[in-house]
Structure formats: C-alpha cells, structure tokens
C-alpha cells in the first residue's frame, strides 16, 4: 500500500494523523510513504516514494521484498495501472509470443524455429516468476522474519500460486509444439498430451483445494485471472469447454470472475465497490464458437447487480456487435434471431451506482454438436469438462452412445490424483461387439480410436465407488 490521491498543498493544515494496520512490520512501508509526503508534499510522487520505501525496508534484498510488496499494491495515480506489474507485462510478452508461434502452420520452417525460440525465452522469464512465488515463503522470512511472520497466510498463498503457475506451464510448452489431437495421432504425440494433462491436473488441485483461499491477495485479481486464462490455453487444445474470464473491476475478496462461468449459482464474481460507467465482465470462449444466445444471472437477493448495462459480442476482441441493453433485470435470457458466430462475449455497465456487481452466471448459449452423446442423466458434468472436485463416484461402469454412429476425435479419461485404479476401456463399432479394451492405471488416459465411426464407448472401474474428475468425448469437426 501507499499514501497517494493528495493533492500537493493543503492550506490551513496543522499536521496528519496515520492509522497503520495492526501488523506494525508491514504498516512500515506505506508509513514511509506518509512521511514521505508530509516532509515534501508538492514534489510527492506515489510511485517514487514506494520505490524509495521498498529499497529502505528491503536493503541488499530489495527483489525479494518488492515481489512481495507488488502482492498488494493497489494502482494509484503515477504509478501502475494494475496491481502485479512484474507479472502482468511477463504474461502479455508470454501471450503475443504464443501468438505468433501458432500463427506459424509449417512446422519445418524456419520462421516456426524463430518463433520457437522467441516463446521459449518468454516461457522461462515467466516460469522463472512462478518459480520466485513458490519460493518467496522461505526467502522472505530467512531474510524479513517479523514480516513474515505477520504475512504468513498471504505468503503460503503465495506459494501455492506459485507451484499451480509452474503445473500450468509444464502441461502448455510440449502440447504448444505438438499437431491438433485428431484420431490418428501417433502413440508417441497420446502419450504427451497425457502427461501435460497430468500436469494440469496435479496443478488444478493445488488451485482448487487451496486451504488458505480465504487468505485476500491484493493481487488476486491478476494471478488468478492469469492462472484461469493459462487453464483455458491448456484444455481448448483437447476441445474442453473451460471460458477464461477477466475485468477492469476490482474484485471483493475471493470472488473471483472464473466463478461467473463454473456452472455453479452458489459461487459468483463480487466486485468491491460502486458501480462505475464502462465497468465490464469479459469471457474469453478460447475460439470462435457459433452461440444461439447468452444466460445472465446477476445479484444475490440484494441491488448488487448492473441495474443499466448491454452485452455485447465479438469474433477477435476489437470489433464488437452490441446484441441487447438491459434495463433492472438480474436474470436474462437472450435468444439470437439467427446463429452468430463469437470468441468474446462481455457485458458492460452504463450507469453509475452505489451497488457493487455479482454475476453469477454469464455463459453463452452453444449449438448442438454434430455428434450428440446419450448417457445417463446423472452424468451431465461428467463429460468434456474437469470437475472442480473429484465428486462422481462410479460403481460399475459408464457407457456412452451416440445416437448416429460417429468419428470421434478423441476420447480421454481423467482420475483424481488421490483416487487411482485401473480401468479399461473400449468402444463398440457397428453394433458388434466391444473391441479389445486398453487397460491403464493412469492418472490420463487417452484412448486410441479406430478411423470409421463409432456407435459406443464404455469405461469399466478395477475397484467399485472409485472417484473420477472428468470423461472427454470430442467428435470430429
């Protein structure tokens, strides 16, 4: 934190009083700031003088003080515009990088080993942050022991963002340099993907099980967005829907903007203040999607919702389409005359409001795929998603037909970290007979598939009431 929104005289002023927090280690950083101001007020310059008391508290050991610093730095005139700039700035060089190189179609080219060359340099600076995170618990409190002390909870947080970002970015390089999953992959491209989805896996249960979630980051806002976005780069390469979401809202604690689209109306996105004209909540579908509409679920049983707002949607992030205005409705369901088609989709507030924003759900509307998978009801969220929590418990097994016989692009079976059997699985061709099944014991399996269609495919459990975290069918395009 920093003193910083004063203007440079006040008049008629005989001196300040400065409420510090009750952790009197760390409330030396924006009392330093305080004084600051207060010795030389028409020269202050916010940013400066947090630079000045980041290099007084921090000594021979500044970095390690001022990554822990950015954690909870709230932007401020002269200064960032966003909390975690280290961060921020690493992860969009990190982005414009992986751009290019998937731009890039021919493999073998040697503009595709420039663009290699140029990610893999980004991807180090950006794990290398990760890394710094994961070990800032230790660092920090060998050299600041009474901070860190006051800071425990925030610095395991810390930690544990740190390990998800490092998952995350393990499971993304070796899929980011492999062909699209089709049904003849090679075995040596399955195995890859298999283990990068174990990554992610081991990673998504350090993010979701985290004990000290309730420990508030000032830089929430941007690690998990950051993390959310790194999930949707990883599973749209299986044919997953998992949205990223972002906004220019702060966010209330941990109520972070993933949890407008986890299908879940008990969880939501909170903003932390009044609402302001151009606030918006922006989802990120991770490709071109053609959507029949979009489902808004705002507020909680109280006014924190956008009372005036439109929503509107867009193929590339620049040029938007503005579908429909709503006027004090906190549920709305909107069905497009036509099918359009749409990656990006935001809703935006018009009004200013003492009342701060919830939305619960914010989804699109998508078309039916070609191939249409029948199951048992019970199973709805079992397939093309990862649970949140490992709660499917399957006895027997899970059959899963398609009504038409279909080519299928890829079949995957994903386990819970702590909860592994064996299984096998097979698929059914023509209404004969169920082929020879693959057994594994992996925590990811995907399953080889023949070239014709196919009409069924059955997943059978070693050990009955074992946990499963999610079953992917994804037909081809």
Same mark, same amino acid.
């Given at each position: 934190?920093?003193?910083?929104?004063?203007?440079?005289?006040?008049?008629?002023?005989?001196?300040?009083?400065?409420?510090?927090?009750?952790?009197?280690?760390?409330?030396?950083?924006?009392?330093?700031?305080?004084?600051?101001?207060?010795?030389?007020?028409?020269?202050?310059?916010?940013?400066?003088?947090?630079?000045?008391?980041?290099?007084?508290?921090?000594?021979?050991?500044?970095?390690?003080?001022?990554?822990?610093?950015?954690?909870?730095?709230?932007?401020?005139?002269?200064?960032?515009?966003?909390?975690?700039?280290?961060?921020?700035?690493?992860?969009?060089?990190?982005?414009?990088?992986?751009?290019?190189?998937?731009?890039?179609?021919?493999?073998?080219?040697?503009?595709?080993?420039?663009?290699?060359?140029?990610?893999?340099?980004?991807?180090?600076?950006?794990?290398?942050?990760?890394?710094?995170?994961?070990?800032?618990?230790?660092?920090?409190?060998?050299?600041?022991?009474?901070?860190?002390?006051?800071?425990?909870?925030?610095?395991?947080?810390? !930690?544990?963002?740190? #390990?998800?970002?490092? %998952? *995350?970015?393990?499971?993304? /390089?070796?899929?980011?340099? @492999?062909?699209?999953? =089709?049904?003849?992959?090679?075995?040596?491209?399955?195995?890859?993907?298999?283990?990068?989805? !174990?990554?992610?896996? #081991?990673?998504?249960? %350090? *993010?979701?099980?985290?004990? /000290?979630?309730?420990?508030? @980051?000032?830089?929430? =806002?941007?690690?998990?967005?950051?993390?959310?976005?790194?999930?949707?780069?990883?599973?749209?390469?299986?044919?997953? #829907?998992?949205?990223?979401?972002?906004?220019?809202?702060?966010?209330?604690?941990?109520?972070?903007?993933?949890?407008?689209?986890?299908?879940?109306?008990?969880?939501?996105?909170?903003?932390?203040?009044?609402?302001?004209?151009?606030?918006?909540?922006?989802?990120?579908?991770?490709?071109?999607?053609?959507?029949?509409?979009?489902?808004?679920?705002?507020?909680?049983?109280?006014?924190?919702?956008?009372?005036?707002?439109?929503?509107?949607?867009?193929?590339?992030?620049?040029?938007?389409?503005?579908?429909?205005?709503?006027?004090?409705?906190?549920?709305?369901?909107?069905?497009?005359?036509?099918?359009?088609?749409?990656?990006?989709?935001?809703?935006?507030?018009?009004?200013?409001?003492?009342?701060?924003?919830?939305?619960?759900?914010?989804?699109?509307?998508?078309?039916?795929?070609?191939?249409?998978?029948?199951?048992?009801?019970?199973?709805?969220?079992?397939?093309?998603?990862?649970?949140?929590?490992?709660?499917?418990?399957?006895?027997?097994?899970?059959?899963?037909?398609?009504?038409?016989?279909?080519?299928?692009?890829?079949?995957?079976?994903?386990?819970?970290?702590?909860?592994?059997?064996?299984?096998?699985?097979?698929?059914?061709?023509?209404?004969?007979?169920?082929?020879?099944?693959?057994?594994?014991?992996?925590?990811?399996?995907?399953?080889?598939?023949?070239?014709?269609?196919?009409?069924?495919?059955?997943?059978?459990?070693?050990?009955?009431?074992?946990?499963?975290?999610?079953?992917?069918?994804?037909?081809?395009?």
């Amino acid at each position: 934190m920093v003193l910083a929104g004063r203007k440079e005289d006040l008049p008629s002023t005989l001196g300040f009083t400065f409420n510090p927090m009750n952790e009197a280690e760390l409330s030396k950083l924006p009392l330093l700031t305080c004084a600051d101001y207060t010795w030389n007020s028409k020269e202050y310059n916010p940013y400066s003088s947090w630079q000045k008391a980041v290099s007084i508290l921090g000594g021979e050991h500044k970095d390690i003080y001022k990554r822990f610093a950015e954690q909870n730095m709230t932007f401020f005139n002269n200064g960032p515009t966003t909390d975690y700039p280290t961060l921020v700035e690493l992860f969009n060089e990190f982005l414009q990088s992986y751009e290019q190189l998937t731009k890039v179609t021919n493999q073998d080219s040697e503009n595709y080993e420039v663009a290699l060359e140029g990610h893999l340099q980004v991807y180090e600076k950006l794990k290398g942050e990760f890394v710094e995170l994961a070990t800032i618990r230790a660092n920090f409190g060998q050299y600041f022991p009474q901070a860190a002390k006051e800071a425990g909870p925030y610095l395991k947080r810390l !930690e544990n963002l740190g #390990k998800v970002g490092q %998952f *995350y970015l393990n499971a993304l /390089l070796p899929i980011t340099k @492999l062909p699209a999953l =089709s049904s003849n992959i090679p075995p040596k491209n399955t195995e890859k993907y298999g283990l990068a989805f !174990e990554s992610y896996l #081991k990673g998504n249960k %350090f *993010y979701r099980y985290d004990s /000290l979630f309730s420990a508030q @980051l000032g830089s929430s =806002s941007v690690i998990m967005p950051i993390l959310d976005r790194l999930s949707l780069m990883i599973t749209s390469k299986f044919g997953i #829907k998992n949205y990223s979401v972002s906004t220019n809202m702060p966010v209330y604690k941990n109520y972070t903007p993933s949890q407008a689209v986890d299908n879940d109306l008990n969880s939501y996105f909170w903003s932390s203040r009044g609402q302001r004209v151009g606030d918006y909540l922006l989802v990120d579908l991770g490709q071109v999607e053609k959507i029949d509409g979009f489902e808004l679920k705002m507020g909680n049983n109280n006014q924190d919702y956008f009372h005036k707002c439109f929503v509107e949607i867009s193929i590339d992030g620049i040029t938007w389409d503005k579908v429909v205005s709503i006027r004090d409705k906190k549920e709305y369901v909107h069905n497009f005359p036509t099918e359009k088609e749409a990656r990006y989709l935001k809703v935006t507030g018009e009004s200013d409001e003492e009342y701060w924003v919830i939305i619960r759900h914010f989804v699109p509307i998508l078309r039916q795929p070609k191939a249409k998978i029948t199951f048992n009801p019970v199973f709805t969220d079992i397939v093309n998603q990862i649970a949140v929590e490992p709660f499917f418990v399957i006895e027997e097994e899970l059959t899963f037909s398609l009504e038409d016989e279909s080519k299928i692009a890829l079949v995957a079976l994903f386990q819970d970290p702590s909860s592994i059997c064996t299984w096998s699985i097979s698929y059914l061709v023509e209404g004969k007979e169920f082929s020879k099944p693959v057994v594994s014991n992996q925590l990811v399996q995907i399953l080889p598939l023949p070239q014709e269609p196919i009409k069924a495919i059955r997943f059978m459990p070693s050990v009955s009431g074992t946990y499963l975290r999610g079953i992917l069918i994804v037909p081809s395009k």
